[in-house]
């Protein structure tokens, strides 16, 4: 599959220190280090009240690492990488030893929920561009059905004026991904039971921001 050979080779290429972002000073200025210091608020806020946390398709996990504190007990991360999950878990560890932790390594729309304990607060970042159609239906409704009370999803949306040229970016790299309309994810999480609390644009406003936050609730 090829999402899973792409995220290997970053997890293998940040063992080997050779993992970074390819941007340059302006993008990195105006539109990634926003971007990641909005991510990183919103996510350690959306901890706060929690003592337990899923992160689906968690990657390295950064931004839940940051937020992690002592009252949470249980960690569950999700990811297609082997490699990605093998780094992230030895990370939180670290940093987290007394954290009872779950690892699952597969696709989640493969994966039996059954055995995945519930948690008040899901996690959904940068995934859901990866899907569309019934798959992307289906996420959510995953999504909604291991959450008890939150879920926090980020995504490119197409109210970005650039948006098309950002996809095209994107799939240079050979990979599935599909930019989504923010109303059509509202409305599917409705149906799930779940309505949207924070709709938060890293920059600006929804014209100029790529990335889009969207906070749900039971």
Request: hydrophobic letters at 40%; glycine letters at 4%.
């Amino acid at each position: 599959m090829k999402l899973k050979k792409y995220y290997n080779k970053i997890a293998e290429n940040k063992k080997k220190m050779k993992y970074y972002h390819k941007t340059n000073f302006f993008t990195n200025l105006l539109l990634q280090r926003p971007i990641e210091n909005s991510l990183k608020k919103i996510v350690k806020n959306s901890l706060l009240d929690v003592n337990s946390v899923i992160d689906i398709g968690c990657g390295f996990c950064n931004y839940l690492i940051e937020g992690l504190h002592k009252n949470i007990s249980l960690v569950v991360i999700n990811d297609l990488s082997k490699n990605m999950l093998e780094l992230t878990k030895i990370n939180i560890k670290d940093k987290f030893p007394e954290i009872n932790l779950i690892s699952i390594q597969k696709d989640i729309l493969k994966k039996n929920i059954s055995n995945i304990p519930a948690s008040p607060l899901v996690l959904c970042i940068g995934v859901i561009n990866h899907y569309k159609g019934e798959k992307l239906i289906d996420l959510l409704r995953i999504l909604s059905e291991i959450s008890t009370k939150k879920i926090l999803i980020s995504y490119a949306h197409n109210d970005f004026l650039l948006y098309k040229k950002v996809g095209n970016i994107l799939r240079k790299k050979n990979l599935p991904y599909f930019i989504h309309q923010s109303s059509l994810i509202t409305n599917l999480m409705l149906k799930n039971g779940f309505k949207c609390k924070t709709n938060k644009y890293p920059i600006i406003n929804k014209y100029l921001s790529p990335i889009v936050f969207q906070l749900f609730y039971t």
